[in-house]
């Protein structure tokens, strides 16, 4: 584990930085009650059939598997998590005009929740906040949707009758061209890159750190378990997220005034 003198030159260098890019996995919200899907404790893990749940061709063609992730969606932990100490600490970056971006491939809302401006939040997976009909493109608060589950047990566009699911990138769905284009513009634009709570396995989005090496930025990374970029990053911090995220941030502003 790196000791307190590991920590201070990692807040020394971002102290050193003005524009601070963070790309956030779902290790950021296992503090919240989310539980992430690649841990020890992961959804994937502990269930591999999963994971044939959040492919969208699966999901298309069998109504079965609607109506399980309907069940899913209505019991999802996001509806009662709170953001923790991880979130705030991100926050209190963004506060500090230090944060040139925060890319997520959370779904969960909970970085907005803390307070980080919505405009410096880049959803690359999207947001279980929204249901998307998959015909005519119709978008509706989750809740709305939600609700029709007492009567419903696959609830359809009530525009077109298409089907709808919540509006995140499944297997077999690729990123939007505008949020990816968002996120690269980000990496593009930056003096270091934080990759937090992220395994930095699923692309398009793990080359974000290839771009950010290309362009000069300092490659940091918190994340329990190892990643194929420790090599070549500045820095890699094995750390419990919700303590060292907030401690370098608090260390690096304060030593930025």
Known sequence: MPSISRHTEV??????????TVLTGAGVSTDSGI???RGPQGVWTKNPGAAAMFDIGTYLADADVRREVWQMRRAHPAWTARPNAAHHALT???RAGRLRALITQN???LHQAAGTDPRRVIEVHGTVHWIICMTCGLRTPTPEVLARLEEESDPHCRECGGIQKADT???GQRLRSEVLEAAVQATEDCD?????GTSLTVHPVAGLCDLALDHGA???IINAEPTPYDDAAAAVLRDPIGEVLPELVRGSVAQGR
Do not use: K, N, Q
Request: charged residues 25%; aromatic residues 10%.
């Open 11 to 20: 807040a020394e260098l971002l102290a050193a930085t003005d524009r601070v």
């Open 35 to 37: 539980p992430d899907f």
């Open 92 to 94: 209190e970056l963004d």
């Open 107 to 109: 779904i969960d809302g």
């Open 169 to 171: 990138i499944s297997f």
């Open 192 to 196: 270091a890159f934080v990759a937090v």
């Open 218 to 220: 300092h490659l940091i």
